[in-house]
């Protein structure tokens, strides 16, 4: 059984950054596809950035560009977001996701981590 634990989340001033990280359990964390995902009040969630199971490929949505950074580490079955340059709208609850390879749909997800950006 795959778990993921998302921490890090918090309450941060505009401008500010946060880091989340998501622990993977019950796998082989070096073959899974890793993803993070938000969700904000009223809204549906929506897809933040991807890494590749070996890290050499991240991609981001358009909104995050230049502020957020994915990043993974195999040995420590850990993928991990930075978030710099917070704007209130990027108050959301952030999940952690997992896929069996690049290409497949993300079956693993965590609780979720509430992060809050104030103005």
């Known amino acids: 059984q795959v778990q993921l634990v998302e921490s890090g989340g918090g309450l941060v001033q505009a401008g500010g950054s946060l880091r989340l990280s998501c622990a993977a359990s019950g796998g082989t964390f070096s073959w899974f596809g890793m993803g993070w995902f938000r969700q904000a009040p009223g809204k549906e969630r929506e897809f933040v950035g991807g890494?590749?199971?070996?890290?050499?490929?991240?991609y981001y949505a358009e909104f995050v560009k230049g502020r957020f950074t994915i990043s993974r580490d195999n040995a420590k079955n850990t993928v991990y977001l930075q978030m710099n340059s917070l704007k209130p709208e990027d108050t959301a609850v952030y999940y952690c996701a997992a896929r069996n390879n690049d290409y497949a749909i993300y079956v693993y997800w965590g609780q979720g981590t509430q992060v809050t950006v104030s103005s």
């Open positions: 890494i590749r199971r070996s890290g050499g490929s991240i």
